[in-house]
């Protein structure tokens, strides 16, 4: 669901809440008839945008995701768009989650609040075995999962750990009994920064399940706001939904992501070298493509072929050759002729692509010991393992990740060929291959004219993030953007970026 049909649906889940809460006790008067007795007011903040939110992967219990530049620039609007309107607070609680915390330190700096205090019973709940899954609006991996989303009396808990709606409703309650109530006539305003699964906890605790269903799922989106007020004994919703940033704003549109094939270098620069890395970060690309290779001598490069030839003249494997060799002897070829770019290591490479908001591991030749390499490499470099996508053809890859590091998502890569038209069987191997290997998502290709709309929106349905390869021009864009994809793999983002964003560029703040 795109922000703006999500922003429509929240003014009329506000309207639905506020009509109910009129009723819920006598609206805004206290049981003893104390009219014009001040209330303590309660504002209930989504956090901002997340790298896992963007790829529509549920979080749960996972805690090290963090903001994507979207996300933070979202708290940073909603803190500006705060202290216009003259909120402030006296004290700000927080979840412990870095996703949380972060955009409250956002927030608290924004409106010279205090210092956010965590509160644990304020985490995200735990979804168990369904963390990790795709979970969109209308695309759930079960109907169980639905029913958390839409009918939580229904939902049951599925894996260790895994936590019911009654559970956190629990957990809520001692938070607002211990820590809000006795701020009654103590405090004006205070700030709660949680998690859209806690907001609809705390709603159902305070007005029960007619008013949570009301706004099902239409007003917990990033940085909306929640306003509650507080007297006797008594909670109120009073407002629900309120977006302090625009979404009309291209800075926050969510079409399909850019996916920097090759360092996305816009033919103005050899690809997979520095410059174009450096591209694929000015022309704020969503996630960078990292083609892996391994040196004879156990160096990790980058390198989308096999051979040197086709970027050096030099018909020679990279896995044959020790890395000072390739970097004695070969340089990127421009125009014909050797140039003054060569062969980019990995830790160079992530050095310049730092502020980039997610990564695509694609092991072109794979070992487990390449594979602990990289992720040292990643981790040196400051760069969190969420924001972390293994992508690869090697299904190999994709088991060893699958064992041994399962907090790293994977999508594999998919030729989705017809058999004289009649796809099913295709299909029916695919799903396998998704549960095979625990994949979030496919990457298929277009270049070739197998892949057609209907099985971009089937993947989709099947609970899948869907990538598509080899969209080099707008006019590949705009053919498949009715079947709405969630990303574009790209050499030319400059050339694509403005069919999907409307002819608007967009530049975001990095963090």
């Known amino acids: 669901m795109n922000i703006r049909k999500m922003f429509a649906l929240a003014s009329a889940g506000i309207a639905i809440i506020i009509s109910i809460c009129v009723l819920y006790k006598d609206g805004l008067s206290n049981a003893n008839g104390e009219k014009g007795a001040a209330w303590l007011e309660v504002y209930l903040l989504s956090h901002g945008e997340t790298t896992w939110n963007r790829a529509r992967i549920l979080e749960g219990s996972v805690t090290n995701t963090v903001l994507t530049p979207v996300g933070v ?32 330190e ?41 029913c958390f989303f839409e009918e939580p009396a229904r939902y049951v808990p599925q894996g260790e750990g895994a936590e019911s709606i009654d559970q956190v409703c629990a957990r809520v309650r001692t938070f607002l009994e211990s820590e809000i109530k006795p ?46 007020r507080y007297k006797n004994g008594r909670f109120v919703i009073v407002e629900a939904g309120r977006m302090f940033y625009s979404p009309e704003d291209p800075g926050f549109a969510s079409g399909p992501k850019m996916v920097a094939h090759r360092g996305a270098g816009d033919l103005t620069m050899p690809e997979a070298s520095l410059p174009a890395y450096s591209n694929a970060v000015e022309t704020a690309c969503d996630i960078v493509k990292l083609d892996l290779r391994c040196t004879k001598d156990g160096v990790i490069v980058l390198g989308h072929d096999a051979t040197l030839k086709r970027n050096m003249g030099w018909d020679v494997e990279i896995s044959s050759l020790d890395y000072g060799e390739i970097l004695e002897k070969g340089r990127f070829l421009e125009h014909g002729e050797p140039g003054e770019f060569r062969i980019v290591r990995l830790d160079e490479a992530l050095a310049v692509l730092k502020p980039a908001p997610e990564f695509w591991l694609d092991f072109k030749n794979y070992s487990p010991v390449m594979a602990e390499k990289v992720l040292k490499d990643v981790e040196e470099a400051g760069i969190d393992r969420s924001r972390l996508m293994v992508a690869t053809f090697s299904k190999r890859a994709l088991a060893y ?41 496919l990457n298929m290709p277009v270049s070739n004219g197998e892949t057609y709309l209907e099985d971009v929106s089937f993947l989709k349905d099947s609970g899948l993030w869907v990538s598509l390869w080899y969209v080099q021009n707008s006019k590949t864009a705009t053919q498949y953007l009715p079947s709405m994809p969630d990303a574009f793999v790209t050499d030319h983002v400059s050339a694509v970026r403005p069919a999907v964003y409307n002819g608007e560029t967009r530049k975001e703040t990095q963090e």
């Open 401 to 441: 990740f699958r064992d041994h590091h399962p907090d790293i998502r994977r999508v594999g890569h998919v030729l989705f060929a017809k058999n004289n038209g009649d796809n099913a069987e295709i299909r029916k191997k695919v799903l396998s291959f998704r549960d095979e290997y625990g994949l979030c998502g």
């Open 183 to 228: 701020l009654e006539g103590k405090a004006k305003r205070i700030l709660c920064v949680v998690h859209p699964p806690v907001l609809k906890a705390l709603f159902l605790e305070i007005a029960g399940e007619d008013a949570l269903l009301s706004a099902k799922n239409t007003s917990w989106c990033n940085c909306s706001a929640h306003l509650l």
């Open 73 to 104: 620039r979202m708290a940073e609007e909603t803190a500006k768009g705060m202290s216009s309107a003259g909120i402030g607070f006296d004290r700000i609680y927080t979840s412990p989650y870095p996703r949380a915390r972060r955009t409250a």
């Open 106 to 146: 956002i927030v608290a700096s924004g409106v010279g609040g205090p210092r956010p205090i965590e509160d644990d019973r304020l985490r995200d709940v735990c979804f168990g075995r369904y963390e990790g899954v795709r979970c969109d609006n209308g695309a759930y991996q079960d109907d169980n999962l639905r």
